[in-house]
């Protein structure tokens, strides 16, 4: 089982760029598959991106492909989430998931594949 924290958030500007990190504990983080997801007032949690365990593999939601950049450094246990060209609707409170994997190198899309989630970080862009 994975500790994950979630930092960076913040109040940026349309067009502004910010970057999420999460921390997770645990000595086994290279045989996580990790994702980032969001969930705005009112609206149900949606997917963002993910990344393989080897970081070889990503996805990304149509929204933000092109803008967001999922990485990770196994070596700090950490995910990262690079998102430049911030628009109003990018407003949301992030989370990272962690997700146990034996050997596939892939990439998870729904939420229900995950085992482990961080409290959120709270993204707000204002127009």
């Known amino acids: 089982q994975a500790q994950l924290t979630e930092s960076g958030g913040g109040l940026v500007q349309a067009g502004d760029s910010l970057r999420l990190s999460c921390a997770a504990t645990?000595?086994?983080?290279?045989?996580?598959?990790m994702g980032w997801f969001r969930q705005a007032p009112g609206l149900e949690r949606e997917f963002v991106t993910a990344?393989?365990?080897?970081?070889?593999?990503?996805g990304y939601a149509d929204s933000v492909r092109g803008r967001f950049t999922i990485s990770r450094d196994n070596a700090k246990n950490t995910v990262y989430l690079q998102m430049n060209s911030l628009k109003p609707e990018d407003t949301a409170v992030y989370y990272c998931?962690?997700?146990?994997?034996?050997?596939?190198?892939?990439?998870?899309?729904?939420?229900?594949?995950?085992?482990?989630w961080g409290q959120g970080t709270q993204v707000t862009v204002s127009s």
């Open positions: 990344i393989s365990r080897s970081g070889t593999n990503t």
């Open positions: 645990g000595r086994t983080f290279s045989s996580y598959a």
């Open positions: 998931a962690s997700k146990v994997t034996s050997y596939s190198d892939g990439v998870y899309y729904q939420g229900y594949r995950y085992n482990d």
